[in-house]
């Protein structure tokens, strides 16, 4: 995602202008339902859960597409224009993005919506002093704070369904705390020497610190780094050494550098099995359930605790997973 140190300071400017700029500028809302454009689907979920019927919301970077390289199209940029309101995640998810947010954010409402996560809850990989892991919906909890921002920007641009709006979030916050519970529950159920989970890149590292798993990407946080066969041969030996079953795939990323580890372990004498594949940077296809972010979550707990030995239902918290996708 960032080639170097000094392009990272110069995005999070941009940010701050960003941000800057959405505090002074607002269009306001002329009618019902107004139109909401909104970067990622996770960001899209809350809208929709948060605003109901009072908005139309637009997602620009679709199912299985990977946040961090996405450049804006002529057509992305024609929906921004024509938005009334938009939400984007923040924490340079979406850096190559961000010269188109900052030109629409001289004319309307910009909001990211991980602005109120304080310094001391981020996480800040390694690879990149300064700046945060942007895979804050990994953990429920975190998430909930963006529920907050959301609820907060839709009343101040249209304050006479503010009362609408907070009914709205409470509801979803109440189902987003049912989702953490059985979370954690599924975790718990793993075998503790079991709680480690290996995926394509760093998107889990607030996920198992919330939910007590030991993280490990073969990629860093942007799937732009690449993996190096030192990398591979690491986890391998690490893998072989602890005698994991199971590593995963995602749907937003090659999953050409899981199937080295397997084919590694197996030529060190360890069978590793691929678990499932798990959303990461993107939800599920839109109009299942899975395209949902409840869904989204369900799905990776259920897939991660059946993978690794817990035991949960096969169709998740709510019944509705697919239990071939599990």
């Known amino acids: 995602m960032f080639r170097n140190l000094s392009l990272v300071f110069t995005m999070a400017a941009l940010a701050g202008m960003l941000v800057s700029c959405a505090e002074t500028k607002d269009e306001g809302i ?94 800040e990989p390694k690879e990149l002093t300064g700046h945060y892991d942007p895979h804050v919906w990994m953990d429920v909890n975190g998430w909930i704070k963006a529920v907050d921002v959301v609820e907060q920007s839709l009343s101040e641009v249209d304050p006479d369904n503010a009362n609408e709006y907070k009914a709205n979030a409470d509801a979803y916050r ?27 890149h760093d998107a889990f590292n607030y996920f198992g610190r919330a939910y007590g798993l030991e993280v490990m990407g073969i990629q860093g946080i942007s799937t732009e780094s690449e993996a190096g066969l030192e990398d591979i041969g690491r986890l391998v030996r690490l893998l072989s050494e602890r005698k994991v079953q199971a590593v995963f795939v995602e ?27 798990l959303f990461s940077d993107a939800m599920g296809p839109m109009g299942t359930y899975e395209g949902t972010y409840i869904g989204m979550l369900d799905h990776n707990a259920t897939t991660i605790a059946l993978a690794l030995g817990g035991n949960v239902p096969e169709k998740g918290l709510n019944g509705k997973l697919k239990a071939s996708d599990s």
């Open 30 to 123: 002329n009618g019902y339902p107004y139109t909401v454009v909104a970067t990622v689907g996770m960001v899209g979920d809350i809208v929709k859960n948060v605003a109901g019927g009072k908005a139309e919301v637009t997602d620009i970077i679709g199912t299985g597409v990977d946040p961090h390289l996405y450049k804006a199209t002529r057509g992305d940029v024609v929906k921004l224009s024509k938005a009334n309101v938009v939400f984007y995640s923040g924490l340079m998810l979406e850096g190559k993005l961000i010269d188109a947010l900052v030109q629409v954010a001289r004319n309307k409402p910009v909001f990211a919506v991980t602005e109120l996560l304080d310094k001391e809850y981020l996480l």
């Open 174 to 200: 109440e189902q987003l705390n049912a989702l953490n519970t059985y979370i954690n529950d599924a975790m718990a159920s793993i075998p503790e020497q079991s709680r480690v989970l290996v995926t394509a």
């Open 251 to 277: 749907t937003s990323v090659s999953d050409k550098n899981v199937r080295a580890l397997v084919e590694g372990c197996a030529a060190h004498g360890h069978q590793v099995t691929i678990g499932g594949s």
